[in-house]
């Protein structure tokens, strides 16, 4: 068949429709202006935060042109931190409501994931761990003994701390009437110097010292003497506070009681043995300020070392009171 005229320009018109049809090169949309004015925030599936509160740049990655706005929303105070080693979800809900009334809903495009997290940055502390730490610490009360064993008596847990450099103060509840034995004590977790957590411990605290004991039974009113003594370590814990460990304290002091044998020597148990009778001349001495008096004087009750009594002036039979500085000499009491 012989063509015809119209062939040519239905193919023309065909090339023109073709182009307005998108068989032509490309065109590139020009970007959506509101698209441009508004901040896309993605919330990210698990956020680690480190304070006690988080902000929205804590738990999301923002995008957008508009760089003060961005910067502002990146601020907003979402909520306060789960514990350490914690976490707690996030809605879209509690995110809005965070941001109302600070920027209008039209400024910002928010994606969440389906279940979004955070979670609380934290230090692990094994209870086995802080059992050991608060062992070393008890242990540093009673540095000035032989041995020290410590038992703790309290069930501990595992222990989570922020992020930090983490130190332990631990006290003594109470004022204890025995060197060891059970007790409480406070002890208290700080991160950064900074008080985060306090514990109650029971604990169990063995002392072994070098102790002052009785060789065998020294009878009240008997005076000590080294060979009456000896020397052995022993558990101290349930002793009272005022055993001895120098036998030299106690030499020369008299028993106030029956002392038992391999009971330790307390304080209380001996005391300065009389050393004046009552009845027994004296010699009796005055000075002050470079003036020095002497005369004789008789003990009106008995006296040990230190004590004040009363003595009566030979010749005048004047009362005085005197000051026992020996067996044979007492001074004037001013």
Known sequence: MKPTLFQPMWGLLVAVLG?????????????????????????????????????LGDIAELDGFDIDL????????????????????????????KMRGLVHPDQYK????????????????????????????????????????VEIQTHLKDQYIPKGEA?????????????GGFGSWAVNLEVDRKLYKKL??????????DVVVAKDVIAK?????????AKVP?????????????????VGQQARRDIGKNESIRTHLVEEPVILEK?????????????YLSNMAIAMRDGKKGDVIPVQILGNKKTVYAVVIDAKQVEVAL
């Open 19 to 55: 182009l307005g049809l998108g068989f032509g090169p490309a065109v590139q949309a020009e970007p959506d202006g509101e698209l441009l004015n508004k901040v896309e925030i993605r919330v990210m599936p698990e956020a680690v935060v480190y304070g006690d509160t988080y902000q």
């Open 70 to 97: 961005t910067t502002r929303l990146s601020k907003i105070e979402i909520g306060k931190s789960p514990l350490p080693g914690n976490s707690q979800k996030l809605s879209k809900g509690q995110i809005d409501a």
């Open 110 to 149: 928010l994606i969440l994931p389906k279940e979004p997290l955070v979670s609380r940055a934290s230090i692990l502390i094994e209870k086995d761990q802080l059992s050991q730490v608060i062992v070393e610490e008890i242990k540093k009360n009673f540095s000035e003994y032989k041995d020290v064993q």
């Open 167 to 179: 130190t332990y103060v631990i006290k003594r509840i109470g004022t204890p009437q025995k060197v």
């Open 200 to 209: 109650v411990v029971r604990a169990k605290v063995s002392v072994v010292e």
């Open 221 to 229: 009113g008997a005076t000590i003497s080294e060979e009456d003594l």
């Open 234 to 250: 022993k558990d101290i814990s349930n002793e009272a506070a005022d055993f001895t460990d120098n036998p030299g304290l106690v």
């Open 279 to 291: 009845g027994q001349p004296v010699r009796l001495v005055f000075q002050s300020a470079g003036v």
